[in-house]
């Protein structure tokens, strides 16, 4: 489905741009794998990761090209992030090739559970290659490679807009407020805006955004809070979320809903018109899926309004690494390099149809994959989400998530679902939360 308020221009120009890095990037791995596929005949390596495997006949090719067998356990995120310590603090075999999250780089850095990649990629190529990249780099090491390209977006149900006489999509904060009250006066949707309040850490990634379309960031690169005052970005997001909540315009439920629940139960089913952090792909994969969704084509990307204009998206990509305790660290490099060739990332997301899509899977990582999704056509809104990637994408912290992000996220959730709840006010919920900061970071 095609976003009439986006400009075509700038995505050609995207496009064409992607396109050369494509042949760059692609003739990299392919002199890469020549070097190294004779180290790794005959191997069987243990994937562990956040996602459900590639469609079979892909990774019997990687094999047949290879030799290298590949026994994939889909593991859900929480899961999978206690089985990577669980192993790493006794020193015990894992898997060769598991998630390295954003959110977990910094604190992976620290305890050196997962070997540099710095020695099998050039940090230089990469550099052009991923818009991503520096959430994954510390210090100058690689600690894992982008896997996707997931970003945080805002989604708007265009049918219910034009229902209440909203013709244009709104580039501002104020606008977009002004039209969720619209939405909800005129009677179009009863609790038109979707926030999931559960204490979770979808809660916390739809803080980060909202004040960055606010003008603000949370943490300052020294890991200072910043949503302290009143006047600062952060403490107005956080109040806006919770006055949102308390004025109906999210609907109560939402208090005990976590992101996917949100997504699923009511912007799919009419029940809200717009999420403002939403997750790259959800258009696709969750909202034009006929089976689980009654607005199939109603919803669309939209650019994120800030205070003045477009504000950022923020990144909240998954990674793939090598755990220190892998037994096979050569095939494994083999394997990381397959996933992140374009043509297998553009697969994952959807470029050839559903028969090679891993289900879930928001963006490809590198401009090249980025490029072919664009130009399949398969892709609802895939185009939007290139130019969203390319414009204004940008990291939640801009010194990458710090060690201790586990417990900061926790404070945060914890708190700001207490705020909508009522068991604390705004002022509290912040202060404690800035209480944490500075104990982590001292």
């Known amino acids: 489905m095609s976003n009439k308020w986006m400009h075509s221009a700038v995505f050609k120009v995207t496009a064409m741009a992607a396109a050369v890095s494509l042949v760059l990037f692609g003739s990299a791995v392919a002199a890469s794998s020549a070097t190294h596929h004779g180290n790794s005949k005959s191997v069987t390596i243990n994937v562990a990761i956040a996602y459900p495997a590639p469609p079979k006949a892909m990774l019997a090719k990687f094999t047949h090209e290879t030799g290298i067998k590949v026994n994939w356990s889909y593991l859900q995120w929480d899961d999978l992030q206690t089985k990577i310590a669980a192993a790493a603090e006794a020193n015990t075999y894992f898997a060769d090739v598991t998630d390295v999250d954003w959110s977990k780089v910094g604190e992976y850095y620290v305890t050196k559970w997962f070997l540099p990649l710095n020695k099998y990629f050039s940090m230089s190529s990469l550099k052009s290659q991923y818009p991503q990249l520096s959430s994954f780099v510390r210090n100058g090491t690689l600690v894992g490679m982008p896997m996707d ?4 977006v805002t989604t708007i149900n265009e049918k219910d807009f034009h229902k209440a006489g909203i013709t244009s999509m709104p580039t501002t904060f104020s606008k977009y407020a002004k039209d969720l009250q619209t939405l909800k006066a005129k009677g179009i949707v009863a609790h038109p805006l979707d926030i999931p309040f559960a204490a979770a850490e979808g809660l916390s990634t739809y803080w980060y955004e909202l004040t960055a379309a606010m003008g603000g960031q949370v943490l300052s690169p020294s890991y200072k809070p910043l949503f302290t005052s009143k006047s600062s970005a952060g403490y107005k997001a956080m109040t806006w979320m919770v006055n949102a909540y308390k004025t109906g315009l999210v609907a109560k439920a939402n208090l005990g809903y976590e992101d996917y629940q949100g997504f699923e139960t009511e912007m799919a089913h009419g029940l809200a018109a717009s999420v403002f952090s939403d997750y790259s792909g959800d258009v696709g994969t969750v909202y034009d899926v006929a089976s689980q969704s009654s607005v199939v084509g109603d919803i669309d990307y939209s650019p994120t309004p800030g205070i003045s204009g477009i504000a950022p ?4 990509p998954d990674g793939i690494g090598i755990p220190r305790s892998a037994e096979h660290v050569q095939a494994a490099v083999e394997f990381i390099k397959w996933m992140e060739e374009p043509a297998n990332q553009a697969a994952f997301a959807g470029a050839n149809g559903p028969k090679n899509v891993i289900s879930t899977f928001p963006l490809p ?16 809104g895939a185009t939007a989400l290139v130019n969203l990637v390319e414009k204004h994408g940008r990291a939640v912290f801009p010194a990458g998530a710090p060690p201790w992000y586990p417990n900061f ?6 708190n700001l679902h207490g705020a909508a709840a009522g068991t604390e006010s705004v002022a509290s919920a912040i202060s404690a939360i800035a209480s944490v900061v500075r104990s982590l970071s001292s």
């Not at 998206?313 to 909240?316: A, D, Q, Y």
């Not at 996220?409 to 914890?414: I, Q």
Request: a positive charge.
């Open 365 to 380: 990582s590198n401009r090249g994959g980025l490029s072919l999704l664009a130009k399949s056509g398969k892709v609802p």
């Open 313 to 316: 998206n923020l990144g909240n």
């Open 149 to 152: 390209g997931s970003l945080l």
């Open 409 to 414: 996220s926790n404070a945060v959730y914890t």
